[in-house]
């Protein structure tokens, strides 16, 4: 079946401009998380979203970012006003439950580029 | 808190001969453990987890893992490596029991040589 997809593959912006990026997760997956990878910190939580209970937003590393999550299933990560620090790859993945124990299924990613 | 500490940055094997990638976990709680493998320009693809089931765990394309309390260790073995295992692994620790997000070591990139 159908994989997590995310769009866009590439996006390149100027500093200070805002970007969305999407995430389409597994079907009938309830669980979604937002993941960060680059060079200085690795790879990194972000956000999760559970069903429709509030998300835990502890990983976000500003208050320039945000995500949603529409009808339990596409999630948007926002970022705005970016800063070269923001470079980096977003993984999203996928989940039956948010639990420990469920193997989570990651999206080929999105390579973000702040000139 | 949770943490995994993958030991070494860069491991280089031969075609053929064994592979080794260590990995120390600290944890306050009975963990979830898994191994993830990431090919160049490739997403996060899972190779194996333990859940507090067997403590031998066997992945996909002949990997296997062993869970060692008494050690904190989930080491990643394979007995023969193809040039096709070269990708980066990443060991990843649940967060805790409740919540289900990530916690990734730095990565080990494993080369095969010819």
């Known amino acids: 079946g159908a994989g997590v997809s995310q769009s866009p593959s590439n996006k390149v912006t100027e500093k200070g401009k805002d970007v969305e990026l999407r995430c389409d997760p597994i079907?009938?997956?309830?669980?979604l998380y937002w993941y960060r990878q680059s060079l200085g910190q690795g790879l990194e939580f972000l956000i999760y979203f559970q069903g429709n209970s509030a998300p835990d937003k502890s990983g976000l590393p500003s208050d320039r970012f945000s995500a949603e999550r529409t009808g339990g299933s596409v999630s948007t990560l926002t970022i705005q006003r970016t800063q070269q620090e923001d470079s980096a790859v977003y993984l999203c993945a996928s989940s039956l439950q948010r639990v420990s124990t469920d193997t989570q299924y990651f999206g080929p990613g999105t390579r973000l580029t702040v000139l | 808190a949770q943490s995994v500490t993958q030991l070494d940055s860069h491991v280089s094997v031969s075609e053929g001969t064994p592979v080794l990638l260590r990995c120390n976990y600290s944890?306050?709680?009975?963990?979830?453990l898994f191994w993830y493998v990431q090919h160049p320009n490739k997403g996060l693809q899972l190779l194996l987890k333990?859940?507090?089931?067997?403590?031998l765990v066997k992945g996909i394309n002949g990997f296997e893992a062993e869970f060692k309390k008494s050690e904190t260790s989930f080491h990643l073995t394979k007995p023969s490596a193809h040039m096709s295992d070269a990708a980066e692994y990443f060991c990843v620790v649940s967060a805790s029991e409740s919540q289900g997000n990530l916690i990734f070591g730095k990565g080990t990139k494993l080369s095969v040589k010819p």
């Open positions: 944890s306050s709680y009975s963990p979830s």
């Open positions: 079907s009938g997956h309830t669980a």
């Open positions: 333990y859940t507090s089931a067997a403590t």
